[in-house]
């Protein structure tokens, strides 16, 4: 079957269930091995030529035509039934991949691979796919490293998947895939130790259970071009969505967006606390389960500081309620007492404004620990069999995740107590909402889908910025840039691990091409042995961290960096808050791989501003127009 249109051809292969697109010539063609399958969660699969009934027909409306196929009749599975419709959308030249869900019959379906990836095999590094995890990823045919999964397994808007695309170029042709249904989907991936091919698709899983919307995927093909180009497109398409809301836009909300602008960023705590059930828990030394240091210290160290150089600075500051960090969540009052309660915090928020520096603080709505005082099973995520997930990993031990939709009536309740106290705050840090998948509830009180929590989440940010505070959270992701100012970080996945350890691609800003002048990223500023990391906060136009304290040794990126001088990495740092306090609201025009290098790259932005940089050699040049 096929269906064409100017330079574009949809054809479909009605054996195989397998589709091909011409696009100027160019034939992108799914794999030949891929047959399209249902896994179920007893582990069997469920092909889609299996079944008994089958049938394709052609489709035509007002705005383009395609191939819609009707598949039912499964031995597996009594009553399961599904549509797939392709259509080729004649004003874009887009092509549209949706998988409509009929019926689901006995089918306890655990995902949906659908639609198949496409033949990519060559040994070249001109062939290469665009992986959004974390700030970026540039996997070429040839790269030496197996690559078998993302974090989070890839899924949209978490870690995995910031945005929710992916994309593969050959020879200066390419494509860009981009879900317009992201809560309950991801990307697989399969690229073998010095392979010559990488293969890239996507998976839908259920949503509480059920299959119970249709799940679709939009292409667009491209001649004579390269990632810019795919980012672009999709930097437009979030513009259409409202996804895009840029950094001047939020400074009319908070002018104090402007303060973070050039801000070198300060990463203290105050107490730690760690519960004997803890994954994190030191049973050979228990001397080392808490540690404390005072509002009071803390606020010296800010003044040493500034009287060593540092000027705008902004504060996030741990641990600062009595519980001590990672504890005890949502009920995380009164201000340490052991380390000198309200009027200590106080003092040090006013020390920090006394020195033309901003405050905020860490908080936590999703853990939801067992000890909090306000603690009810009641209010937890529940699946749909009736359990509730608990795991005792961080500090505080035991907990299980709050559903999202009481998050709000929380956060109400605790910065009111912040207000009644008088701590004068800038920001405020939401742990792990940006970072961490969507929950769902099936708990019929507080019914939740992914795409709801995403959407109560965006409403304890927007609460904060109403009432002037600049919301931050753990990284960044697609659904929350119409909100968030700022975050911890948006590091490329290598820097969570140990230095030194293999990369799964080439690190490129595929993030920041396309929301650099959305959001406020500070970077990691270590000198490792192997790599320096301020090249790639230049690279990014980010914002430096000054110190950066992790309240876990050895996790998301907390490993001794080679030692410093002081007077040199406050230079460092003033020489990246320089080129953001430049750049901070300038688009990331291109961002370029020089000499076929990936040590060597440059980064341009819309002011003309230009830096290239030299892994070898750790050398940098910034010009200006």
């Known amino acids: ?100 869900p009929i019926g689901e019959g006995t089918a306890e379906i655990a995902k949906v691979f659908w639609p198949g990836a496409m033949e990519f095999q060559k040994a070249s590094d001109d062939w290469y796919t665009l992986l959004p995890e974390e700030q970026g990823l540039l996997v070429p045919n040839t790269w030496p490293q197996e690559l078998k999964a993302l974090v989070f397994d890839g899924m949209f808007l978490t870690a995995g998947a910031y945005m ?45 259970g059920k299959m119970d919307y249709r799940r679709v995927l939009r292409f667009s093909f491209f001649d004579k071009c390269d990632y810019n180009d795919l980012c672009k497109e999709y930097r437009e398409y979030v513009k259409e969505t409202g996804h895009f809301v840029s950094l001047k836009e939020k400074a009319i909300r908070n002018p104090g967006v402007e303060h973070l602008i050039g801000a070198e960023f300060v990463h203290f705590g105050i107490k730690s606390s760690t519960n004997p059930a803890s994954e994190f828990y030191n049973h050979e030394h228990p001397e080392k389960n808490g540690r404390l240091t005072s509002f009071a210290d803390r606020e010296k160290m800010i003044r040493d500081l500034y009287a060593q150089g540092a000027r705008k600075m902004y504060l996030h500051l741990d641990g600062w309620a009595q519980p001590g960090y990672d504890n005890r969540h949502p009920d995380y009052f009164p201000a340490c007492e052991d380390a000198g309660g309200w009027d200590g915090m106080r003092s040090l928020a006013e020390t920090m404004h006394e020195l033309g520096s901003y405050f905020g603080i860490h908080d936590q709505y999703r853990d939801y620990y067992h000890d909090a005082p306000s603690y009810e099973e009641e209010y937890a995520v529940q699946s749909v069999d009736g359990t509730h997930y608990t795991h005792a990993k961080w500090a505080g031990g035991p907990q299980s995740y709050l559903c999202a939709s009481q998050a709000l009536y929380y956060v109400k309740r605790n910065f009111n107590r912040l207000f009644d106290n008088h701590i004068p705050l800038d920001g405020a840090y939401l742990d792990v909402f940006t970072c961490n998948e969507g929950d769902e509830c099936a708990n019929p009180r507080h019914r939740m889908s992914r795409r709801d929590c995403y959407e109560y989440r965006k409403k304890c940010f927007d609460y904060l910025t109403a009432n002037g505070i600049l919301p931050s959270s753990e990284e960044v992701s697609d659904w929350s840039m119409d909100s968030l100012v700022f975050c911890h970080y948006a590091p490329y996945d290598f820097m969570l691990r140990q230095p030194g350890a293999p990369k799964k691609g080439i690190p490129v800003p595929l993030f920041n091409l396309v929301y650099h002048d959305c959001v406020v990223e500070p970077w990691m500023m270590e000198k490792h042995e192997e790599e320096d990391y301020m090249l790639y906060a230049l690279l990014n136009g980010g914002a430096p961290y000054l110190v950066r304290l992790g309240a876990y040794e050895g996790t998301d990126g907390a490993y001794d960096g080679a030692a410093l001088a002081m007077e040199e990495h406050m230079k460092r740092c003033q020489e990246v808050a320089a080129l953001h306090e430049r750049v901070a609201y300038c688009e990331l025009k291109a961002h370029h791989i020089l000499d076929g290098d990936p040590k060597k790259q440059e980064s341009i932005f819309a002011d003309g501003t230009r830096v290239r940089v030299n892994f070898h050699d750790s050398t940098y040049e910034i010009t200006t127009k």
């Open 1 to 100: 079957m096929k269906i064409t249109t100017q330079q574009l051809q949809l054809l479909f292969d009605e054996n195989t269930l397998h589709f091909s697109v011409a696009a100027k010539e160019v034939l992108w063609s799914w794999q030949e091995s891929y047959h399209p399958y249902l896994l179920l969660k007893n582990g069997e699969t469920i092909r889609f030529d299996e079944a008994a009934v089958k049938g394709h027909k052609m489709v035509e409306n007002g705005v383009g035509s395609g191939i819609l196929s009707h598949y039912e009749g499964f031995e597996k599975s009594t009553g399961l039934s599904f549509e797939t419709y392709v259509w080729l959308e004649e004003t874009t030249g887009d092509f549209w991949f949706e998988w409509i």
């Open 164 to 208: 929710p695309w992916f994309g593969q170029v050959k020879d200066g042709n390419g494509y860009i895939a981009i879900a317009q249904t992201p809560w309950n989907g991801g990307i697989w991936v399969d690229h073998p130790a010095d392979g010559d091919y990488t293969h890239a698709g996507a998976w839908w899983e259920p949503s509480l």
